[in-house]
């Protein structure tokens, strides 16, 4: 009986150490759709079973919160070294009690921004290797699906949302940043760095999940 119990406990141990939760982002410039992409990935894998945690950056916390309030204007003007150290550091909680718990269970993280965009922002007003190095302890996704569209087009449907809801546009989302912007993302897809896939986000949005949806899928999703 205890030879058993001991085999089972192994096994237990075993089965428990093979789970294994995958780490997907969804990047690009701002109106590049990676919300709406986000949302589509999330009840895409739910059909297929999965159990999905769907989160962004800035997250909900207390200093995503704060970051998300200086994004729409609201306080004063940050040096942009100090913003990318609050990014930095909402990061890494946003890691510690939310992403790493739900990928430990097993789960599925769709992460709508991350580390890139600290990179494709912050990295325009900071050293780009002291922006990577403030980042350097947040875990790699597993896939970074990058949003692929002309600035102009971003910035049209930037102006139109914000138009529609009666809000101020964000600080980034003037178009000469977003210009910017677009040449950091694609610095990005051309490193070769792992897990990185450029999608075209100008066609329909049924076509941008399901290029979505297949590269989760070729994770054995």
Known sequence: MGASACVGGRLAVTLARTVVGRFIVLEGLDGA???????????ALEQRGHTVVRTAQPSDRALGRAIRGY???EGETLDPRALALLFAADRLDHLDHVIAPALARGEVVVCDRYVASSWAYQGLACPLPWVEAINSHARWPDLTCVLTVPPEVAAARVSARA??????????DALALQRRVAQSYAALVASERPGVLSIDATTPIDAVAAAVLDAAIALGL
């Open 33 to 43: 759709g990676t919300t709406t992409a986000a949302h589509a990935l999330t009840v």
């Open 71 to 73: 994004l729409r204007r």
């Open 163 to 172: 138009t529609a809801r009666g809000e101020a546009e964000e600080l980034f």
